[in-house]
Structures are given as C-alpha cells and as structure tokens.
C-alpha cells in the first residue's frame, strides 16, 4: 500500500547534539516531499522541500534533509539541536500527478531536547 | 502579516448535533485546504479548494462532512449528525496562487479542537 513511514515515534537527544528524523515513503514514482514542524499551540510550519534537482535541501531554522531514491527516503537532519527544536514533526507528500495538492502526513515523530 | 485563522478554537457539541467549523485563509491565497488530526496521528487530508469550487474532495469521510467556500476566500467545514469518533483537530490551510500543482507551500492555521460528547 501507499504510504508515508516514521518509523520513530519519540527520539530524545541532548542539546547541542546531532539529529536525524526518518523518513520512507513507498510510491511508485518519486513524490514531491516536505517536512513540517508542529509545535504546542501553533500551526503546522513547513521546514523545507523537494521536488527535484539537488538531493540536499536546505530548510529554515537550520535544518536540511537528503533524498535519497535507491532507499525511498527524506531524511531531516540538524547539525546542532537546540532545546527550541522540541516539537512534532511530520513528513509528508504530495503524490498523484497534475492537479494533485493533498499532503500525506507520516504519523510524526515527537522530539525531546535535553539540557 | 496576518496568518490562517480558525474559529472556534474549541467547540464541544453533544453525540447528534451540526456543527460549522470557520477558516479565513491568507489574504489572496486561492487554494484552501481542510485537514483532520486525529490525537496521536499526522494530519489527514479532507477537501481542496481552488477558488469557490472543491477541486479535490476525495478525503471526506462520508455524506456527513460538508464544505463550502462561497466567495473564494472564507470556508466553513459543516459535519451533521456529529460522532465520537469526529473528535480531532480539524486543521485549514491556504496557498498562494500561481504555483504548480503540489509544489505549492500550505500554510496552515493553529486548528478548531472539536470534542463531541
């Protein structure tokens, strides 16, 4: 079945270390893919996206994410966590050709920072 | 700017009753979504508007769930004969025009929490 997959529902990672948050999506042709931060309260902020070219993409609050094709992947990363980064975040995609817009959410991944 | 805006930002309606759920997208954003959050889950989408008309309804679950967008700006999300299980977070979005089909930001608004008893 078609689908987007988180495979971790909460990670816990101390400030100032590295964060990776997964991401795999399983569609017959490469999707256009995005990832959204959620935080207590507020909206749902999108952080980046990629439709094609470079595989590297560069989002706001200084987070990036690599596609990968072979792997199916869209994996967000941050170099450095800060404890404003503890949040829900989501991937999701936009699959189904011209005229398509709905996004399929992941079911999240809820990050907490340590001090 | 002004942001998405939702009203309620909470309702709590008995097993049976109608309710309406407001969404006031961006100013000249064209395209407006509807979303459902279910508690523990990511967002699933419901209905697309381009304009007045629903160019995508294929998420509503069922004949209970109603949309409309009369003037191309405002919405309201209509559910009739209201269930337990429509308990969720029910999220609007809107986009700018001009952009190709599915590479368009949503920005989405803070949601109208909906309990039904």
């Known amino acids: 079945a078609q689908s987007v997959t988180q495979p971790d529902i909460h990670i816990t990672v101390s400030e100032g270390a590295s964060l990776e948050l997964r991401c795999n999506y399983s569609?017959?042709?490469?999707?256009?893919l995005f990832w959204y931060v959620q935080s207590p309260g507020q909206g749902l902020q999108l952080l980046l996206k990629?439709?094609?070219?470079?595989?590297l993409v560069q989002g706001i609050k200084g987070f990036e994410a690599e596609f990968k094709r072979s792997q199916s992947s869209f994996n967000l990363r941050k170099p450095s966590v800060h404890w404003s980064d503890a949040a829900e975040y989501f991937c999701?995609?936009?699959?189904?050709?011209?005229?398509?817009?709905?996004?399929?959410f992941g079911s999240g991944t809820r990050l907490q920072v340590q001090p | 700017g002004a942001g998405v805006s939702q009203t309620p930002s909470n309702k709590v309606t008995e097993k049976g009753k109608y309710v309406e759920l407001r969404c006031d997208p961006i100013?000249?954003?064209?395209?407006l979504y509807w979303y459902r959050q279910s508690l523990g889950q990511g967002p699933e989408f419901l209905i697309y508007?381009?304009?007045?008309?629903?160019?995508?309804d294929s998420g509503l679950p069922n004949d209970r769930f109603f949309a409309v967008r009369p003037e191309g700006s405002v919405s309201t999300l209509k559910i009739q004969r209201t269930e337990r299980g429509d308990s969720a977070v029910y999220l609007c979005?809107?986009?700018?025009?001009?952009?190709?089909?599915?590479?368009?930001?949503?920005?989405f608004g803070p949601g109208t929490r909906l309990t039904v008893l």
């Open positions: 979005a809107s986009s700018p025009p001009g952009v190709a089909g599915g590479t368009d930001t949503q920005y």
């Open positions: 569609y017959g042709a490469t999707p256009y």
């Open positions: 990629y439709f094609s070219g470079d595989t």
């Open positions: 999701a995609v936009v699959v189904g050709g011209a005229g398509r817009r709905a996004l399929t």
């Open positions: 100013s000249g954003h064209t395209a």
């Open positions: 508007f381009q304009g007045t008309g629903a160019a995508d």
